[in-house]
Protein backbone atom coordinates (compact mmCIF):
# COMPACT_ATOMS: atom_id res chain seq x y z
CA UNK A 1 0.00 0.00 0.00
CA UNK A 2 1.46 3.61 -0.75
CA UNK A 3 1.90 6.51 1.46
CA UNK A 4 -1.20 8.13 0.42
CA UNK A 5 -3.55 5.42 0.09
CA UNK A 6 -2.19 4.45 4.12
CA UNK A 7 -2.71 8.07 4.97
CA UNK A 8 -6.25 8.32 3.40
CA UNK A 9 -7.24 5.44 5.46
CA UNK A 10 -6.05 6.96 8.95
CA UNK A 11 -8.22 10.47 8.51
CA UNK A 12 -10.86 8.45 7.14
CA UNK A 13 -11.29 6.03 10.66
CA UNK A 14 -10.52 9.11 12.61
CA UNK A 15 -12.01 13.00 13.54
CA UNK A 16 -9.47 15.07 11.28
CA UNK A 17 -9.32 17.26 14.59
CA UNK A 18 -8.40 14.35 17.02
CA UNK A 19 -5.03 13.59 15.08
CA UNK A 20 -3.83 17.44 14.82
CA UNK A 21 -5.99 19.90 16.36
CA UNK A 22 -7.44 22.82 14.78
CA UNK A 23 -7.75 20.82 11.36
CA UNK A 24 -11.02 21.09 9.88
CA UNK A 25 -11.00 19.74 6.10
CA UNK A 26 -12.64 16.80 4.11
CA UNK A 27 -10.91 14.21 2.63
CA UNK A 28 -11.27 12.59 -0.75
CA UNK A 29 -8.92 10.73 -3.02
CA UNK A 30 -8.46 10.11 -6.92
CA UNK A 31 -6.70 7.36 -9.00
CA UNK A 32 -4.54 8.57 -12.06
CA UNK A 33 -2.14 6.43 -13.84
CA UNK A 34 -2.46 3.58 -10.68
CA UNK A 35 -1.50 6.59 -8.51
CA UNK A 36 -3.36 7.05 -4.94
CA UNK A 37 -3.77 10.45 -4.68
CA UNK A 38 -5.26 11.81 -1.50
CA UNK A 39 -6.97 15.15 -1.48
CA UNK A 40 -8.22 17.82 1.45
CA UNK A 41 -11.30 20.11 0.81
CA UNK A 42 -12.26 23.19 2.76
CA UNK A 43 -15.14 25.45 2.31
CA UNK A 44 -14.33 28.77 4.37
CA UNK A 45 -11.96 30.97 6.15
CA UNK A 46 -12.35 29.35 9.81
CA UNK A 47 -9.34 28.87 12.39
CA UNK A 48 -7.83 25.98 10.75
CA UNK A 49 -4.20 24.66 10.65
CA UNK A 50 -2.36 25.96 7.51
CA UNK A 51 -1.51 22.30 5.57
CA UNK A 52 -5.45 22.98 4.68
CA UNK A 53 -5.74 26.68 4.98
CA UNK A 54 -3.72 29.01 2.67
CA UNK A 55 -5.26 32.14 4.75
CA UNK A 56 -3.47 30.74 7.50
CA UNK A 57 -0.41 30.08 6.11
CA UNK A 58 -0.58 33.50 4.53
CA UNK A 59 -2.20 35.81 7.40
CA UNK A 60 -1.72 34.09 10.57
CA UNK A 61 1.95 33.72 9.97
CA UNK A 62 2.15 37.55 8.89
CA UNK A 63 0.62 38.58 11.98
CA UNK A 64 3.16 36.32 14.20
CA UNK A 65 6.12 37.78 12.39
CA UNK A 66 4.43 41.28 13.40
CA UNK A 67 6.78 41.20 16.75
CA UNK A 68 9.69 40.94 14.76
CA UNK A 69 9.92 44.55 13.39
CA UNK A 70 11.10 46.81 15.96
CA UNK A 71 9.82 50.14 14.74
CA UNK A 72 6.26 51.08 16.06
CA UNK A 73 5.39 53.07 13.23
CA UNK A 74 6.09 50.61 10.70
CA UNK A 75 4.79 47.66 13.10
CA UNK A 76 1.73 49.23 12.99
CA UNK A 77 1.54 50.01 9.19
CA UNK A 78 2.39 46.50 8.24
CA UNK A 79 -0.57 45.29 10.92
CA UNK A 80 -3.29 47.38 8.78
CA UNK A 81 -1.36 46.16 5.52
CA UNK A 82 -2.62 42.20 6.53
CA UNK A 83 -5.64 43.04 7.87
CA UNK A 84 -6.73 44.71 4.39
CA UNK A 85 -5.07 41.83 2.60
CA UNK A 86 -7.16 39.49 5.15
CA UNK A 87 -10.10 40.82 4.00
CA UNK A 88 -9.82 40.76 0.74
CA UNK A 89 -8.55 37.19 0.81
CA UNK A 90 -11.89 36.16 2.81
CA UNK A 91 -13.94 38.22 0.25
CA UNK A 92 -12.49 35.90 -2.57
CA UNK A 93 -12.99 32.95 -0.69
CA UNK A 94 -9.54 31.88 -0.82
CA UNK A 95 -10.11 28.41 1.37
CA UNK A 96 -12.59 27.17 -0.64
CA UNK A 97 -9.59 24.69 -1.65
CA UNK A 98 -8.82 21.86 -2.70
CA UNK A 99 -5.20 20.50 -2.29
CA UNK A 100 -4.14 17.57 -4.23
CA UNK A 101 -1.31 15.13 -2.66
CA UNK A 102 -2.14 16.84 1.15
CA UNK A 103 0.41 14.80 3.29
CA UNK A 104 -0.77 17.24 6.57
CA UNK A 105 3.00 17.87 7.10
CA UNK A 106 5.08 21.15 6.56
CA UNK A 107 6.64 19.89 3.24
CA UNK A 108 4.89 17.21 1.12
CA UNK A 109 6.93 14.94 -1.14
CA UNK A 110 6.11 13.08 -3.94
CA UNK A 111 6.43 9.60 -5.30
CA UNK A 112 8.20 9.13 -8.32
CA UNK A 113 5.15 8.31 -10.45
CA UNK A 114 3.95 12.20 -10.09
CA UNK A 115 7.26 13.09 -12.18
CA UNK A 116 5.49 11.39 -15.59
CA UNK A 117 1.58 11.59 -13.70
CA UNK A 118 -1.01 13.02 -16.63
CA UNK A 119 -1.45 16.08 -14.67
CA UNK A 120 -4.61 17.14 -16.85
CA UNK A 121 -6.59 14.12 -16.12
CA UNK A 122 -6.43 14.77 -12.46
CA UNK A 123 -7.31 18.17 -13.08
CA UNK A 124 -10.22 17.48 -14.75
CA UNK A 125 -11.43 14.47 -12.63
CA UNK A 126 -10.57 17.51 -9.67
CA UNK A 127 -12.34 20.73 -11.20
CA UNK A 128 -15.24 18.38 -12.20
CA UNK A 129 -15.84 16.51 -8.50
CA UNK A 130 -15.61 20.35 -7.05
CA UNK A 131 -16.05 23.00 -9.62
CA UNK A 132 -16.11 25.96 -7.58
CA UNK A 133 -12.73 25.57 -5.52
CA UNK A 134 -9.25 26.60 -6.59
CA UNK A 135 -6.74 23.52 -7.04
CA UNK A 136 -3.39 23.52 -4.83
CA UNK A 137 -0.23 21.39 -4.62
CA UNK A 138 1.96 22.28 -2.00
CA UNK A 139 5.90 21.91 -1.77
CA UNK A 140 6.91 21.54 -5.43
CA UNK A 141 9.92 22.93 -6.33
CA UNK A 142 12.34 22.36 -9.75
CA UNK A 143 15.16 21.00 -7.72
CA UNK A 144 13.20 17.34 -6.61
CA UNK A 145 10.19 17.54 -9.03
CA UNK A 146 11.06 19.12 -12.17
CA UNK A 147 9.14 17.32 -14.43
CA UNK A 148 6.07 17.76 -12.12
CA UNK A 149 6.73 21.54 -12.05
CA UNK A 150 7.31 21.81 -15.81
CA UNK A 151 4.15 19.76 -16.39
CA UNK A 152 2.10 22.10 -14.24
CA UNK A 153 3.65 25.20 -15.52
CA UNK A 154 2.54 23.97 -19.18
CA UNK A 155 -0.79 23.01 -17.93
CA UNK A 156 -1.64 26.83 -16.88
CA UNK A 157 -0.98 26.24 -12.95
CA UNK A 158 0.69 29.06 -11.52
CA UNK A 159 3.70 28.76 -9.29
CA UNK A 160 3.23 30.99 -5.70
CA UNK A 161 6.57 30.99 -2.70
CA UNK A 162 4.56 30.28 0.66
CA UNK A 163 7.30 28.58 2.53
CA UNK A 164 11.15 28.13 2.50
CA UNK A 165 12.64 24.53 2.11
CA UNK A 166 15.86 23.22 2.55
CA UNK A 167 16.82 20.46 0.66
CA UNK A 168 19.86 18.48 1.60
CA UNK A 169 21.27 16.14 -1.65
CA UNK A 170 24.82 16.40 -1.01
CA UNK A 171 25.87 13.74 1.49
CA UNK A 172 29.04 15.34 1.72
CA UNK A 173 29.13 19.16 2.10
CA UNK A 174 26.20 18.06 4.72
CA UNK A 175 29.04 16.41 6.66
CA UNK A 176 31.44 19.06 7.01
CA UNK A 177 28.70 21.81 8.20
CA UNK A 178 29.55 23.00 11.90
CA UNK A 179 26.60 22.17 13.20
CA UNK A 180 26.69 18.51 11.48
CA UNK A 181 30.20 18.43 12.82
CA UNK A 182 28.82 19.71 16.54
CA UNK A 183 25.91 17.00 16.41
CA UNK A 184 28.25 13.89 15.28
CA UNK A 185 30.67 15.23 18.56
CA UNK A 186 27.48 15.03 20.78
CA UNK A 187 26.51 11.58 19.31
CA UNK A 188 30.01 9.88 19.91
CA UNK A 189 30.09 11.23 23.48
CA UNK A 190 27.73 8.62 24.06
CA UNK A 191 26.16 11.13 26.52
CA UNK A 192 23.24 11.23 24.16
CA UNK A 193 21.59 8.19 22.34
CA UNK A 194 18.41 7.53 20.35
CA UNK A 195 15.56 5.31 20.88
CA UNK A 196 12.87 3.78 18.61
CA UNK A 197 9.60 4.88 20.06
CA UNK A 198 6.62 2.12 19.10
CA UNK A 199 3.03 2.50 18.86
CA UNK A 200 2.34 0.75 22.08
CA UNK A 201 4.26 2.78 23.89
CA UNK A 202 2.06 5.75 25.20
CA UNK A 203 3.99 7.35 27.71
CA UNK A 204 6.76 8.19 24.92
CA UNK A 205 4.40 9.16 22.39
CA UNK A 206 2.64 11.69 25.17
CA UNK A 207 5.98 12.64 25.84
CA UNK A 208 6.91 13.33 22.12
CA UNK A 209 3.89 15.29 21.81
CA UNK A 210 5.29 17.35 24.23
CA UNK A 211 8.19 17.63 23.53
CA UNK A 212 7.47 18.70 20.01
CA UNK A 213 4.66 21.32 21.21
CA UNK A 214 7.38 22.86 23.95
CA UNK A 215 9.33 23.77 20.53
CA UNK A 216 7.41 23.92 17.31
CA UNK A 217 4.18 26.03 19.28
CA UNK A 218 5.40 27.47 22.33
CA UNK A 219 8.79 29.36 21.22
CA UNK A 220 7.52 29.04 17.31
CA UNK A 221 4.05 29.50 16.52
CA UNK A 222 0.89 28.09 17.69
CA UNK A 223 0.35 27.73 14.18
CA UNK A 224 2.26 25.79 13.48
CA UNK A 225 0.49 21.85 12.73
CA UNK A 226 -0.28 20.56 16.39
CA UNK A 227 0.50 16.56 16.12
CA UNK A 228 -0.97 14.54 18.69
CA UNK A 229 0.51 11.45 20.29
CA UNK A 230 -2.81 9.80 19.16
CA UNK A 231 -1.56 10.80 15.37
CA UNK A 232 1.69 9.69 15.82
CA UNK A 233 0.66 6.13 17.03
CA UNK A 234 -1.41 5.45 14.08
CA UNK A 235 1.00 7.18 12.22
CA UNK A 236 3.92 4.57 13.29
CA UNK A 237 1.41 1.67 12.57
CA UNK A 238 1.06 2.22 9.41
CA UNK A 239 4.16 2.53 8.91
CA UNK A 240 4.39 6.24 7.58
CA UNK A 241 6.43 7.31 10.41
CA UNK A 242 9.47 6.75 12.56
CA UNK A 243 9.90 8.35 15.64
CA UNK A 244 13.24 8.08 17.76
CA UNK A 245 13.75 9.65 21.05
CA UNK A 246 16.67 11.54 22.41
CA UNK A 247 18.23 10.52 25.60
CA UNK A 248 20.19 11.85 27.81
CA UNK A 249 22.01 9.36 29.66
CA UNK A 250 23.55 11.47 32.45
CA UNK A 251 20.44 12.49 33.43
CA UNK A 252 18.15 9.49 32.42
CA UNK A 253 16.06 12.01 31.09
CA UNK A 254 14.13 12.10 27.18
CA UNK A 255 15.12 15.59 26.24
CA UNK A 256 14.49 15.70 22.23
CA UNK A 257 12.44 13.63 19.53
CA UNK A 258 12.86 13.37 15.74
CA UNK A 259 9.80 12.03 13.55
CA UNK A 260 11.07 10.97 10.08
CA UNK A 261 8.88 10.12 7.24
CA UNK A 262 8.85 10.11 3.48
CA UNK A 263 8.88 7.50 0.08
CA UNK A 264 11.22 6.97 -2.83
CA UNK A 265 14.11 8.02 -1.32
CA UNK A 266 12.89 11.27 -0.09
CA UNK A 267 12.37 12.11 3.58
CA UNK A 268 11.11 14.79 5.55
CA UNK A 269 11.80 15.83 9.16
CA UNK A 270 8.33 17.40 10.03
Known amino acids: MNYSKSLYQIFKSNKPSTLIKKLKTKFDHYEIDNEFIISTITDEVKPNSYVASPYALIINYSEDELIKIESKLQRGFSHLLIKSFASFLRYTQIDKAQTLNNYMLSTNFFS ?3 ESLDVKALEEQAIER ?29 SIVFRQVYIFSDKEKWAKKRDTIKDKKLLNSKRFTFKKVLASDTKALLKAEELYSTLYLEKYSQ ?13 IEAELLRLYMLVDNENDADVGVVGMSGDDQTMTIP
Do not use: C, D
Request: cysteine-free.
Open 112 to 114: KKW
Open 130 to 158: YPKHGLLIRSVNKVQNPKLFKNLTSNGWI
Open 223 to 235: HNIQFTAKYFELM
